[in-house]
């Protein structure tokens, strides 16, 4: 059986450059080699209400938002289902199931979870929807018999109840679900990008990100305070590369092309970086070489934005013939687990 490919994001905000290199990016290369039977991505509206219950009009307005960002950044429609996950109610139904397959202290022991939970000051209030959004994504996935997800590294554990899942059914009710697998991208920093705050990861509700819709002038300012060496104060002192946010971000976009073209004094990143260690190479400078770099990346991205959020009746189109595909598929795979299950009314029906 050939790939089948299933990625997805919460609608809780715009996406960022660590979706970029976290999962974007990847997914782009993907659709471009073509190596797939079918190819999801899906908006998870349901599970960003988990943590967003009091803020539903958030989450409906970030979903187009979302499809926006997808598109412009390179997803293209006519290769990739978009869909929305509450457009797809027989997920629900296969979670249902699937809840009876996994225990709650395995979610509470999960790490990507009790981050979150942590997170989210959920230690007293835990939403049960919350605790099960690993259960629910195991049916997003699993409904379409995908085996490829591309994700960034907070996602791994989160998959890992997935493959769980997929084998206590197997075992359970009949061979149905094959191996999945979560592709992350080829360097550690572009997994888990940290935020501009230089604590946590890169994230929507943290309020640490560069979105890839902000325009030059919000770019520029908030690189100009991002978080670097606190010990670098004179240009001359010695600075410090690692839990630099400045270095972090160059690790994951720089080329040396980019030396050429905005910083031709020095060759590389390597060498860059030993200057700046050795001292006498400012804040300010590396900066701006970063701004640079991501406005040059930024700036094709805000282009294809504006032209869609012109034809903005085209992308809800977009998201309602997906959002039915998707749900077609779905239901194929509900009727299959209802009979391995031997869960048919069949003779009901007949009644
Ligand atoms: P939220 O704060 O609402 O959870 P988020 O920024 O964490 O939002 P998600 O929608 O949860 O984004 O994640 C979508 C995908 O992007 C997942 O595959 C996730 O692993 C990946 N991702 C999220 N943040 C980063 C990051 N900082 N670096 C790399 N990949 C990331
Ligand atoms: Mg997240």
Not at 101 to 112: D, G, I, M, W
Not at 212 to 225: A, G
Not at 320 to 335: E, N, V
């Given at each position: 059986?050939?790939?089948?490919?299933?990625?997805?994001?919460?609608?809780?905000?715009?996406?960022?450059?660590?979706?970029?290199?976290?999962s974007?990016?990847?997914?782009?290369?993907?659709?471009?080699?073509?190596?797939?039977?079918?190819?999801?991505?899906?908006?998870?509206?349901?599970?960003?209400?988990?943590?967003?219950?009091?803020?539903?009009?958030?989450?409906?307005?970030?979903?187009?938002?979302v499809?926006i960002?997808?598109?412009?950044?390179g997803?293209?429609?006519?290769?990739?289902?978009?869909?929305?996950?509450?457009m797809?109610?027989?997920?629900?139904?296969?979670?249902?199931?699937?809840?009876?397959?996994?225990?709650?202290?395995?979610l509470?022991?999960?790490?990507?979870?009790k981050?979150?939970?942590?997170?989210?000051?959920?230690?007293?209030?835990?939403?049960?929807?919350?605790?099960?959004?690993?259960?629910?994504?195991?049916?997003?996935?699993?409904?379409?018999n995908?085996?490829i997800?591309?994700?960034?590294?907070?996602?791994?554990?989160?998959?890992?109840?997935?493959?769980?899942?997929?084998h206590?059914?197997?075992?359970?009710y009949?061979?149905?679900?094959?191996?999945?697998?979560?592709?992350?991208?080829?360097?550690?920093?572009?997994?888990?990008?940290?935020?501009?705050d230089?604590?946590?990861?890169?994230?929507?509700?943290?309020?640490?990100?560069?979105?890839?819709?902000?325009?030059?002038?919000t770019?520029?300012?908030?690189?100009?305070?991002?978080?670097t060496?606190?010990?670098?104060?004179?240009?001359?002192?010695?600075?410090?590369?690692?839990?630099?946010i400045?270095?972090?971000?160059?690790?994951?976009?720089?080329?040396?092309?980019h030396?050429?073209?905005?910083?031709?004094?020095?060759?590389?990143?390597?060498?860059?970086?030993?200057?700046?260690?050795?001292?006498?190479?400012?804040?300010?400078?590396?900066?701006?070489?970063?701004?640079?770099?991501?406005?040059?990346l930024l700036?094709?991205?805000?282009?294809?934005?504006?032209?869609?959020?012109?034809?903005?009746?085209?992308?809800?189109?977009?998201?309602f013939?997906?959002?039915?595909?998707?749900?077609?598929?779905?239901?194929?795979?509900?009727?299959?687990?209802?009979?391995?299950?031997?869960?048919?009314?069949?003779?009901?029906?007949?009644?």
């Amino acid at each position: 059986m050939k790939n089948i490919i299933l990625t997805g994001d919460r609608p809780t905000g715009n996406l960022h450059i660590g979706h970029y290199v976290g999962s974007l990016k990847t997914r782009i290369e993907l659709q471009n080699q073509g190596d797939f039977e079918q190819y999801y991505v899906m908006i998870a509206d349901t599970q960003a209400l988990t943590d967003n219950a009091n803020n539903v009009d958030k989450v409906k307005n970030n979903i187009i938002q979302v499809a926006i960002d997808y598109i412009s950044a390179g997803i293209d429609p006519n290769k990739v289902c978009i869909f929305i996950q509450s457009m797809v109610p027989e997920l629900f139904e296969i979670t249902a199931y699937f809840m009876n397959l996994v225990s709650v202290s395995r979610l509470q022991r999960n790490p990507t979870i009790k981050d979150e939970i942590k997170q989210r000051g959920f230690d007293k209030s835990l939403p049960i929807g919350f605790l099960n959004y690993p259960v629910s994504q195991a049916a997003d996935i699993l409904a379409f018999n995908a085996n490829i997800v591309p994700v960034g590294e907070d996602q791994i554990p989160v998959i890992e109840v997935t493959r769980e899942v997929a084998h206590s059914f197997n075992n359970c009710y009949g061979q149905i679900f094959r191996e999945v697998k979560g592709l992350l991208p080829q360097t550690k920093i572009c997994a888990r990008l940290p935020g501009l705050d230089g604590k946590l990861k890169m994230s929507k509700s943290a309020g640490n990100s560069i979105y890839l819709c902000d325009d030059e002038k919000t770019v520029r300012e908030k690189i100009m305070s991002a978080y670097t060496d606190p010990g670098h104060i004179k240009v001359s002192d010695p600075g410090k590369i690692e839990g630099n946010i400045v270095f972090a971000y160059l690790d994951a976009f720089c080329r040396d092309e980019h030396f050429q073209k905005y910083l031709p004094e020095y060759q590389n990143l390597k060498q860059l970086k030993e200057h700046y260690k050795k001292g006498g190479l400012g804040d300010v400078k590396v900066k701006l070489f970063l701004n640079s770099i991501v406005n040059e990346l930024l700036s094709p991205i805000r282009e294809k934005r504006k032209q869609l959020e012109e034809n903005i009746d085209d992308v809800y189109q977009i998201l309602f013939d997906g959002s039915l595909k998707a749900r077609a598929a779905a239901q194929q795979t509900l009727a299959k687990m209802k009979d391995a299950m031997g869960l048919d009314y069949k003779k009901l029906q007949n009644k």
